[in-house]
Nanobody, 120 residues
Framework: QVQLVESGGGLVQAGGSLRLSCAAS????????MGWYRQAPGKQRELVAS???????DYADSVKGRFSISRDNTKNTVSLQMNSLKPEDTAVYYC??????????????WGQGTQVTVSS
């Protein structure tokens, strides 16, 4: 089992910055890919950014050049630095981790979500 705890959401003006963090804990063999998703009211949840255990990253086109994802494998944490925020970035942001159990079963785990609100 993997527990994910997120922090860092809040209210910011357009053009501002926020940093989200997520820490994984529990009993597991390893954490593979980690990432951030977001869901705005009335919209589907979408990938914002992801990073593999090897450090390969992927970003949604809408955030490229503005957001940066990073992780610390020794602490099982992932962070999302969000710069030049826009009102359309307003959403609940969720941390996701692919956990590998001691029986080598892989499954996705989700955090509880943290609200990011960007005012114009």
């Amino acid at each position: 089992q993997v527990q994910l705890v997120e922090s860092g959401g809040g209210l910011v003006q357009a053009g501002g910055s926020l940093r989200l963090s997520c820490a994984a804990s529990g009993s597991f063999l390893s954490i593979n890919a980690m990432g951030w998703y977001r869901q705005a009211p009335g919209k589907q949840r979408e990938l914002v950014a992801s990073v593999t255990s090897g450090g390969s990253t992927d970003y949604a086109d809408s955030v490229k050049g503005r957001f940066s994802i990073s992780r610390d494998n020794t602490k099982n944490t992932v962070s999302l630095q969000m710069n030049s925020l826009k009102p359309e970035d307003t959403a609940v942001y969720y941390c996701k981790a692919e956990g590998l159990s001691w029986t080598r079963r892989s499954r996705d785990y989700w955090g509880q979500g943290t609200q990011v609100t960007v005012s114009s």
